[in-house]
Nanobody, 123 residues
Framework: QVQVVESGGGLVQPGGSLRLSCEAS????????MGWYRQAPGKERELVAQ???????EYAEYAKGRFSLSRNNAKNTTYLLMNSLNPDDTAVYYC?????????????????WGQGTQVTVSS
């Protein structure tokens, strides 16, 4: 069993900051990528940022320069620091982890998702 749990969402004023946290737990052999996606009402889910086991990051264009993604491999956690937030950032944010479960003989990774955390940017 593997679980992915997010925390840290909430209401913030335009120009403010939030930090989202995500922890994976359970029968985990290794985690290749950890990242964040978001889904706004009426829109498709989109990638915000992701980070490899070695620390290589990838950001969506709108996130570059404003968001910072980090990872603690020992704790199977990832953190998304979001600065200069604006109303367009309002969405449900989902943590994604590409995990090789313990006992997976072929070392294949599978997508695991958190339940989502609401981020609302409003005055």
């Amino acid at each position: 069993q593997v679980q992915v749990v997010e925390s840290g969402g909430g209401l913030v004023q335009p120009g403010g900051s939030l930090r989202l946290s995500c922890e994976a737990s359970g029968s985990i052999f290794s985690i290749n990528f950890m990242g964040w996606y978001r889904q706004a009402p009426g829109k498709e889910r989109e990638l915000v940022a992701q980070i490899s086991y070695s620390g290589r990051t990838e950001y969506a264009e709108y996130a570059k320069g404003r968001f910072s993604l980090s990872r603690n491999n020992a704790k199977n956690t990832t953190y998304l620091l979001m600065n200069s937030l604006n109303p367009d950032d309002t969405a449900v944010y989902y943590c994604n982890a590409k995990i090789i479960p313990t006992g997976e003989r072929l070392r294949l990774s599978f997508d695991y998702w958190g339940q989502g955390t609401q981020v609302t940017v409003s005055s």
